[in-house]
């Protein structure tokens, strides 16, 4: 139990202490509404996702047995999870359902309502799908610190769910537990998680299985037979997926009508010869970021905003709303993914003066606009943009559309203090100049406000240019700065010359095949 005591007490320091910034006084809030004609009650750290997901720790049977006992034991006390709290079950691989069936003990996780929603990625990116709308309301009309526990991977800002701003990882038990107590704002160790059918209060140790209990399900239960039948089955498909006509011929048949597949732009005005060095010239600033703005701030995740610029392309197109389906879903075509690009509705940009969302400002006009209709309005007007980060730019996972978004949108540099080291990598191989300030210098101490326009002055010649030489960025307020330019390697120049790794490759095959 102390590995529960240690993350108890950083929920509770985390909420109470630090508080969202919620003042002290509106902390103990209770809000009250109506859930499907029943009356409910909703205060801040209130659980309203908890989903047992994540390809990584489903697949370990000992935890996910472990939480199928715990429900077991919950459901036989006579526990219950609230009715508003969206309860999952989402494993990695098939053998897990083999093996909670072959145990008996699924049917408990179902009691809980941890029904099995498919196999693969939801919750853990941000498909955890909509919040009922009694529930919502709550929360968005009341400023209510709603909460999310998973067993996933990441939690960052607005990955999860954009209504829940306090997300926390935990163990598929814990999960479980934490759904019973739909709080986490609780500590285990002295309050009770419920109350039983007999009126008893029962304890996280009433339900908590032991080493030994877990060990003997394992033992009898995840048998090999399960994985071969499972991963025999890949190969054999399904009859939806074995019926699908698929065309012949060595060239992909590209639709333009779908809004899944789209032809990518990146290779439609290639030629053989390298386009070269460039450098960046009266550019405007597309965002001015802060530090630690992660990969899930900027690539496309999650469900699509009904008044996103992707939204509103789908139904350009001809697709309802409740067809939308999520950017992973469509990741296949660059015209959504780029209208997703920086749409995380928990980005805090400076030209925003403290408004948070996926939107910046217009330089030129001073209007506000979605970051994909300023950046599409800059490229219609044929100006370069670039992006002022803090440190730790493009930190958490190495999502390639990090990079390609970025690039679709037009930016053509990233000048900030520091960068996550695959990210600063994938900048490069979309040809996008990664320029760090010198040490003690960031845009603040700069005195640069992202309202000027910046002009990168780079030698014309590939061969010209040093990994990690120093190069000069001037503004057109007159300012004038050294920074460091993060080509990190000779072959990282290479890609510069080709305008990105994705036309290095292409030349390089064709080359091969002449």
């Not at 908590?208 to 190969?235: C, G, H, R």
């Not at 406000?449 to 910046?454: I, K």
Request: with cysteine; proline share 5%; hydrophobic share 40%.
């Amino acid at each position: 139990m102390s590995l529960c005591i240690i993350i108890i007490i950083f929920f509770f320091v985390s909420l109470v202490l630090q508080g969202f910034a919620i003042p002290k006084e509106a902390q103990t809030k209770v809000v009250e509404f109506s859930f499907h004609g029943t009356p409910a009650q909703l205060r801040h750290g209130d659980v309203v996702i908890a989903a047992i997901t994540s390809c990584t720790n489903t697949s370990n049977p000992s935890v996910m047995l472990g939480a199928a006992l715990v429900a077991k034991k919950a459901c036989e006390l006579g526990l219950e999870v609230k009715p508003w709290i969206k309860t999952s079950l989402a494993p990695g691989s098939g053998v897990v359902t083999k093996y909670l069936q072959n145990s008996g003990l699924q049917k408990y996780l179902n009691e809980l309502g941890f029904n099995i929603v498919g196999y693969g990625c939801t919750t853990c990116i941000g498909n955890s799908g909509d919040i009922d709308e009694a529930v919502a309301a709550a929360i968005t009309e009341n400023d209510i610190v709603a909460a999310a526990v998973l067993s996933g991977n990441r939690n960052f800002e607005g990955r999860v769910h954009p209504l829940t701003r306090a997300n926390y990882l935990a163990s598929p038990p814990l999960v479980v537990a934490y759904a019973l107590a739909g709080t986490v704002n609780i500590d285990f160790e002295t309050e009770p998680i419920g109350v039983g059918k007999d009126g008893k209060k029962i304890h996280l140790r009433d339900i908590w299985p032991s080493n030994e209990e877990v060990a003997q399900v394992v033992q009898t239960n995840v048998l090999p037979d399960m994985f071969k039948a499972t991963y025999q089955a890949i190969t054999q498909g399904n009859p939806m997926w074995n019926q699908l006509s698929v065309p012949s011929g060595t060239l992909y048949a590209w639709d333009p009508k779908s809004t899944y597949i789209h032809e990518p732009p990146y290779f439609k005005s290639m030629t053989m010869s390298p386009p070269g060095a460039h450098g960046v010239k009266g550019a405007y600033c597309l965002l001015n970021f802060g530090d630690s703005i992660t990969t899930d701030h900027i690539s496309p995740a999650g469900s699509i905003h009904k008044d996103s610029p992707a939204a509103r392309y789908l139904m350009e197109h001809g697709v309802d709303r409740r067809d939308f389906n999520s950017y992973g879903s469509r990741r296949g075509n660059d015209e959504i993914m780029a209208r997703g690009t920086f749409a995380n509705i928990r980005l805090v940009n400076k030209l925003l003066n403290g408004e948070v969302g996926p939107k910046t400002i217009h330089i030129p006009t001073g209007e506000k606009l979605s970051v994909f209709d300023a950046a599409m309005r800059y490229k219609s007007e044929g100006h370069d943009t670039i992006i002022l980060a803090g440190a730790e730019y493009g930190s958490g996972s190495s999502r390639d559309w990090a990079a390609k978004g970025p690039m679709l949108l037009g930016v053509k540099a990233v000048i900030a203090k520091s960068f996550e080291r695959i990210h600063r990598s994938n900048l490069v191989g979309m040809g996008i100049v990664p320029l760090c300030f010198k040490a003690g210098e960031d845009a603040d101490t700069l005195g640069l406000t992202g309202h000027e326009r910046y002009t990168i002055d780079l030698p014309s010649s590939v061969s010209e240019i040093r990994p990690g030489q120093d190069v000069t960025v001037v503004t057109d307020s007159g300012k004038s700065f050294t920074c460091i330019i993060r080509f990190d390697t000779e072959v990282e120049l290479v890609y510069f010359d080709h305008g990105g790794i994705l036309q290095y490759v292409i030349r390089n095959l064709i080359k091969a095949k002449q």
